[in-house]
């Protein structure tokens, strides 16, 4: 069920249930066997215009409840109203989180989704080997790429895209140029929608964790130690250069053995399909300095450890978390141990003395990248600034994570010298 609730008290407003769920909920009073999920994904609001008129959408998937998008029309949030329901053969479990973003068809701007094709442990990648663009105005779907064996960068879609994929507007004219998403066989994809004819768009393979990879696993078997479960993040470096990062592990066995990485990606590549990055063209530097013309990654230091969300890219530093288990046995939400790391964007060394806040005088790959948080397992890493409170001042910036034990640790971390503010503005009329 997906609950609405008042920001200001919060009482609940309504609450809704998907029409493909109306028939399981006789199950939820079965006390015995497995358990049943049902709304199991986080929603997303976007405001979209349709015509001439604006409206609040949100929409969302069900995760391990079933395999369809839902979008609701709460313009008047006293009111709501269904809108549409979303659904593939070749889609899985609806783990990955909309991506909302604007693209030109024709003459015509569409609000759309970006998706991946989900996840399905009960299948291992028989399904969810796809990305599909979505119209939000109606649900209808206006292109996919999927696996398939005859065709160009398709033929190597052999496993499932379960995270948000993250889009992104390279040029600044309002619409989608780029949608970059990884899959759990160490796969980072990236797609070209800048053009205005969907037969024009493109895919590939920008990089390839393992690359003797071929097929996934048998079903019930773990997944490669380089599996991507969480969302890319993006940034332009000062010479306008795109990178992409993004971290290792497989989060549906969190307590699996097994040495991941994370990674820095320059994207540099171009939409032409067979050239595809691999370690080889990244720089290690783990425990020795490095460069490499397309970017560098670090081996996670402790046995099992993985990253199990997305990093956030802030004052030219790379924030991620990690999780570590202390058995492969135990249940218990919040055992095992999270870090924060906080490196340096184009080299991957440590950026933060995490006793003072402050930047390292001097760094390389030898400095400690990461500190111990608490225990459980940690989201992705919020970044909040605190602007000074006198002019002139420095401003003063932390980084708040939760975990599955309940814990809200905040660390320091270096602010930017200045911070940018707003002298005038321009409202672009669409």
């Known amino acids: 069920m997906l609950h609405v609730f008042k920001e200001s008290d919060g009482s609940e407003l309504w609450a809704f249930i998907p ?30 215009k349709v015509g001439s008129t604006w409206k609040t959408i949100l929409v969302f998937g069900l995760r391990r409840g079933g395999n369809s998008y839902h979008a609701l029309d709460i313009t008047d949030i006293n ?28 003459t015509a701007d569409k609000y759309v989704m970006f998706v991946g094709g989900g996840f399905d442990s009960a299948v291992n990648n028989a399904h969810g080997k796809a990305l599909f663009v979505v119209d939000l105005s109606n649900g209808s779907l206006l292109w996919q790429y999927y696996n398939d064996a005859t065709a160009d960068d398709r033929q190597y879609m052999n496993f499932s895209l379960p995270e948000k994929a993250t889009a992104v507007d390279l040029d600044n004219n309002g619409y ?67 990178w992409v990062f993004i971290g290792t592990g497989d989060r549906y066995h969190p307590n699996s053995s097994a040495l991941n990485r994370f990674y820095g990606i320059k994207d540099d590549t171009t939409m032409g399909n067979g050239s595809v ?23 996670l230091g402790n046995a099992s450890e993985k990253v199990l969300a997305a990093p956030n890219v802030f004052n030219s530093q790379v924030i991620f978390t990690s999780f570590t288990p202390t058995t492969t046995v135990s249940c218990t939400s919040g ?20 006793s003072t806040g402050h930047t390292l005088t001097t760094t ?6 990461s500190t111990v948080i608490g225990q459980g397992i940690p989201s992705m890493p919020i970044i909040v600034i605190t602007p000074p409170g006198t002019p ?33 503005w321009l409202e672009r009329v669409q």
């Open 392 to 424: 002139g001042a420095a401003a003063a910036s932390s980084v708040i994570v939760s975990t599955t034990n309940q814990q809200l640790p905040n660390n320091a971390i270096p602010a930017p010298a200045f911070l940018k503010q707003v002298r005038s």
């Open 176 to 242: 989608v140029d780029h949608v970059y998403v990884g899959d759990v066989g160490g796969q980072l994809w990236k797609f070209d929608v800048a053009a205005t004819a969907t037969t024009s768009w493109t895919g590939k393979r920008l990089f390839v964790a393992v690359p003797t990879q071929a097929n996934p696993p048998a079903a019930g078997e773990f997944y490669p130690a380089q599996a991507f479960f969480g969302a890319p993040s993006l940034a332009l470096a000062p010479d306008r250069s795109l």
């Open 19 to 48: 029409p493909d769920l109306l028939g399981n909920l006789k199950t939820l009073t079965v006390t015995n066997g497995e358990h049943d999920y049902y709304v199991d994904a986080s929603p997303v609001a976007a405001d979209i």
């Open 79 to 106: 009111n709501p109203t269904y809108l549409w329901s979303f659904t593939d053969t070749k889609i899985a479990e609806t783990w990955s989180e909309p991506a909302i973003g604007k693209v030109k068809i024709g």
């Open 364 to 369: 390389g790959a030898s400095s400690a990248r």
């Open 277 to 299: 990055l691999t370690e080889s063209n990244l720089a290690d530097v783990t425990t020795t300095n490095g460069t490499a013309a397309n970017g560098w990654f670090v081996k």
């Open 335 to 354: 055992s095992g141990t999270a870090r924060l790391y906080d490196v340096q964007m184009l080299t991957g060394y440590a950026a933060v003395d995490f």
